[in-house]
DNA sequence: CTGAAAGCGCTTACAG
DNA sequence: CTGAAAGCGCTTACAG
């Protein structure tokens, strides 16, 4: 592995000189910068990391944060995949790359109510390695413990997480708009009696899809009963349970929204269970837009989050953390409503 | 953030003993380790990871190659999220981290028939970062790009592909017993005609998977039989074309093993499209057990993988190499079949 | 525009 | 068992 030293040799300048070539090439004259360029290229240098960011007291990577609760094994981000995919291009086209960070305690027990293995041992970890920013991924729980993050200095940005700090920021989809797309179009198909089947308390993406649900309505001039509104946790089964119960009720509804896929769909085999038809007897919405979704039958109406932009708009959020001074403004990524067979408005 | 340098000042030691303390603390005196243990908790010190890997010429991350064709944007690994999972809590317990390598070229366009972005740009990032060893993700396509990485020296363990070099070896599902227990599951049923849907040619688990259905129909005692077996691409939409093809022989196949879920989806669509009935005209059983299976209708029979097993395997093996000198051979995953409504035996 | 020198924070033979 | 010193490969004021 040839070194600047070398490369420096061979051109008959300094390390320094090889080093500005490199960092700041507009310091160095056309002629041995593109010397320097053409032998660097011949020998196939490329700058130790970790001798620069040493030097620089900072690393070209960017911690990625996204802890699972081991107690809860089926636990899985919605399109973790695509999220991944749009990070890391968009990073390393700036020269930067995502480490993925673990604490040793991963996989191991943890105190009860720690929605984090331990916030302060990542924050340890960001120290260690010098990590330049952090991605945070809503682990689907308490997100207080990202505050420890936000707080840390470093550039982060966290996903469905409203995150708030001197340089921290976050993006989300515009979960309320897209809900109350998906409960006009009910309304619009002449349902009148729209239930909800929410996320999680304390969750912000599942507390603004339910204000989109209420907003709906009111735009739609229905009136909202508490009797149409129960509460899940984002999973299939609490989706099951849930619509077996708004059937169960004295006016059971026509149409329901669930605030997540896995939910709609654990509500499209509860419909299905109780001898109703989808979308003849009661029409069912999701959101997310998962695999699962064009797969089911009836193939499921859902609200789309834009997978891919999520990681690219992370990506760029911190981008522009690191390279300049300025913090952005939270991201709210628009939705679309993936008009299917579960809602019956297809002929 | 506190150095080693005030470390030892702090406990009148010199930076030698510091360092000996944290990496190999047996040559310590056991007063002056404990004493240096102890200040060092209480200031919260942790060694700078870019330092130790300038010193070290090695840094303790393993590069984790997974590079995805974007000409191909609906690719999806079928459980890169246990992978994942699997690999980083089993590297964290030993200290090490994943990075996620990215070259530039990511995103934007590469020659085509190319199936790594760029594998020598790979093998730079990982000179570049020193990175104490390599997991590579088949990308689905052309595996001898993986071989260059072999070759490079460092320890390498692949995921799906045969990788073979001084220190490199791979982990996979025993694929073909899985393919011939789900065979011999269907001719125990009664089938006779036993069709399949292969993974694309070339592809180290659809090759095996073809040859435990082989296996599994000579164990039944049933002939082979060219008409019942199409090529696929492990994509739902190729099941369902290539099911729409089985179903138009002259001699129907009254079972169906496709290769991969995705696959037997597309197949159960097809079937219905046709107008039969899955299980009672025709069975259909598949391959991973994603997610999926258990969601359509009727839930898929499926030969499942050991999805978080796969990433501790990986793990355990780069270990031992990480660790010691030897390099250990190929793991080969036990599988399970699951049996759900898609093949029929159910009552 | 360029070079000499100090420094980033560790690890590791080498003496003692 | 411990310390002094060299070295890992860069970057960055500071002079010139």
Redesign the interface.
């Known amino acids: 592995?040839v070194t600047a030293r070398q490369l420096a040799q061979l051109c008959g300048v300094s390390v320094a000189t090889v080093s500005r070539v490199f960092n700041r090439p507009a310091t160095v004259s056309a002629a041995t910068r593109e010397h320097v360029e053409r032998v660097a290229r011949e020998l196939?240098y490329?700058?130790?990391?970790?001798?620069r960011?040493?030097s620089r007291q900072r690393?070209a990577?960017v911690g990625?944060v996204w802890d699972?609760d081991?107690r809860r094994?089926s636990w899985?981000?919605p399109f973790?995949?695509d999220l991944?995919?749009g990070l890391?291009?968009?990073?390393?086209?700036h020269?930067y790359?995502?480490?993925?960070?673990?604490?040793?305690d991963?996989?191991r027990s943890r105190t009860p109510g720690a929605s984090l293995a331990d916030p302060v041992a990542y924050v340890?970890?960001t120290?260690?390695?010098?990590l330049a920013g952090l991605v945070l991924i809503d682990s689907g729980t308490d997100a207080d413990a990202f505050s420890v993050f936000a707080h840390s200095g470093l550039p982060c940005v966290a996903l469905d997480v409203a995150l708030s700090g001197p340089r921290a920021t976050y993006v989300t989809s515009d979960n309320a708009a897209g809900a109350a797309e998906a409960v006009r179009h009910l309304a619009a198909l002449g349902h009148r009696r729209i239930a909800t089947i929410t996320g999680p308390r304390g969750n912000a993406p599942a507390t603004a899809r339910t204000e989109g649900y209420l907003r709906g309505l009111a735009e739609a001039d229905l009136p909202v009963r508490d009797d149409l509104m129960v509460t899940g946790d984002f999973y299939?089964e609490s989706g099951f349970v849930r619509m077996r119960r708004l059937l169960a009720r004295k006016e059971p509804p026509t149409a329901v929204f669930a605030a997540s896929d896995e939910m709609a769909?654990g509500a499209l085999l509860a419909a299905?269970a109780a001898g109703l038809r989808v979308p003849g007897d009661v029409a069912v919405v999701g959101f997310d837009d998962i695999?699962?979704a064009s797969?089911?039958?009836p193939a499921l109406t859902t609200v789309a989050q834009d997978k891919r932009g999520f990681g690219t708009a992370a990506a760029g959020a911190l981008l522009t953390m690191l390279d300049g001074d300025e913090t952005p403004p939270p991201v709210r990524l628009p939705t679309k409503l993936v008009i299917r067979d579960s809602c019956g408005s297809r002929r």
């Not at 490329?46 to 001798?51: I, L, R, V």
Request: glycine share 4%; hydrophobic share 40%; aromatic share 0%.
């Open positions: 592995m196939d490329s700058p130790n990391e970790s001798a960011a040493l690393s990577m990625l699972t081991h094994p899985r981000h973790l995949q991944l995919l890391k291009s968009a990073l390393s086209s020269g790359h995502l480490l993925m960070l673990a604490t040793s991963d996989g340890n970890m120290r260690r390695h010098q299939r769909v299905r695999e699962v797969l089911v039958d």
